[in-house]
């Protein structure tokens, strides 16, 4: 659990770079979910064909995803909400209504971003400037490409510790 909640993958410059980019995009998250939160079952119009559940979940994903991304905290759970909010906002409004990726009134360049972004939580997560470092970094196991150690044969057959 705790190698979900945080990866020891990022140096010193990366931490940098995930920090800035969790920094900006929590804050843009945390305005898109303002005016949601405060109708978290209703903020879409009557004839969307999304349930009040649903538009609690985005709602709640957004404001509460963005707040969790800037303190770098329970990273990959806000990350998967904001990943899942994006595939719903692609799905059910920019792709069925013929939006261009770059270039004109509605478009869903900004969406496919955000998704690419939650995904790079997901796969790196928040970076050593977080929360979740400070909570999990430092017990989280072992880093990547370490290896348990394994038993080493002696000379006469006996198994050895290396």
Known sequence: ??????????????????????????????????????????????????PGFLQLLAAVAEFGGGI???????????????????????????FPNGDAFVGGDSTFELPLTYLAAALLFLGAGPGRFSADYALFGHDAGPSRGSRPERPVEGRRGDVAAS
């Not at 140096?11 to 940098?16: D, I, Q, R, W």
């Not at 920094?23 to 949601?36: D, E, P």
């Open 68 to 94: 969790l991304l800037i303190l770098g905290l329970l990273t990959p759970l806000a990350a998967l909400g904001i990943l899942c909010t994006m595939i719903g906002a692609l799905l059910i409004v920019h």
């Open 1 to 50: 659990m705790l190698r979900f909640l945080y990866r020891r993958s990022a140096g010193t410059g990366a931490s940098v770079g995930l920090l800035v980019l969790r920094l900006v995009m929590g804050a843009a998250f945390i305005l898109h979910g303002w005016g949601k939160i405060q109708s978290p079952l209703s903020w879409m119009p009557a004839e969307a064909p999304v």
